[in-house]
């Protein structure tokens, strides 16, 4: 696997934990000492207001990287959190800005090659990167999907989503070949009850569907997300012990067992 490996959280359905998994996967991998870039790619900025960072007071945004070809990238990173082994945890934030320049990136030449071409700046600097996408369908998805490794779909478990998640694949496809390139792809499911009838249902016909791409884990419903999302940190440092986090640290050991070279032969997690 290549350094850093590239991943998007895409969905055009709303409400599946895609902002989840960005947060909850990236502080699961720093937990095990690696180095995580979360890149925020929608103008809503859910995943920079999730980890406490005002939108309205930044100086610079993923904006300002993806438009200005004087801009230093460094300069739109924040460091956000530096873990005892060796693992951090850092993000390039959003803001209404990002939907300003949409227009912009539509008609310019290459205008959904722009933050590909900027994330090679980081190349040794992390290793992995996530991006958060925009849900809808616009240049800002182009963007996520031309220039990550592997898009990883949440798919909540009930059969309302089985349509979303065809129509993406659809779009997938459809960008891949207006880019001339390919990237693979792997289900999430998420909000996963047991409980139910329709959780268990769903998620064995997303299983059997999708057999080769999707995680073996699943993230179960836990209550436990909303009090991480309202003292705006990531789950995994709030509580490494409940249920949610051990379920995105479980999704970050596949991500980490299925590396290629030495270098990705790191520490245990631990309690930081």
Same mark, same amino acid.
């Given at each position: ?67 200005? !070809? ?52 980081? +190349? ?9 996408? &925009? ?38 496809? +459809? ?17 996963? !009850?047991?409980?139910?009838?329709? &959780?268990? +249902? ?44 051990? !379920? ?25």
């Amino acid at each position: 696997m290549k350094i850093p490996h590239i991943f998007a959280t895409a969905n055009q359905k709303g409400g599946v934990g895609k902002t989840t998994t960005a947060i909850t996967l990236g502080s699961s991998l720093s937990l095990f000492g690696y180095r995580v870039l979360l890149v925020d790619l929608d103008p809503q900025a859910s995943l920079t207001n999730h980890l406490a960072i005002e939108p309205e007071k930044l100086e610079y945004s993923v904006a300002n990287l993806m438009v200005s !070809d004087s801009f230093e990238p460094s300069d739109a990173v924040i460091n956000k959190y530096r873990l005892k082994n060796g693992g951090c945890v850092d993000i390039i934030p959003s803001n209404i800005n990002l939907a300003r320049i949409e227009a912009e990136l539509s008609v310019s030449k290459g205008g959904g090659l722009k933050l590909r071409d900027k994330l090679k700046f980081f +190349k040794d600097n992390y290793d992995y990167i996530i991006i958060d996408s &925009s849900p809808a369908l616009s240049v800002l998805l182009i963007s996520a999907v031309a220039a990550c490794d592997e898009i990883i779909i949440p798919v909540m478990s009930d059969f309302l989503s089985v349509r979303g998640v065809d129509l993406l694949l659809s779009t997938i496809g +459809k960008i891949e070949k207006a880019l001339d390139s390919r990237c693979t792809f792997r289900l999430l499911i998420t909000m996963f !009850d047991r409980r139910t009838n329709s &959780s268990l +249902k769903s998620a064995e016909y997303f299983k059997n569907k999708y057999k080769n791409s999707h995680f073996s884990s699943i993230i179960n419903i836990d209550t436990k997300f909303r009090d991480a999302s309202l003292i705006r940190k990531p789950l995994t440092y709030v509580d490494v012990h409940s249920r949610g986090a051990i !379920d995105y640290i479980n999704v970050a050991r596949e991500i980490i067992d299925a590396s290629d070279g030495e270098e990705f032969n790191r520490t245990e997690v631990r309690d930081e």
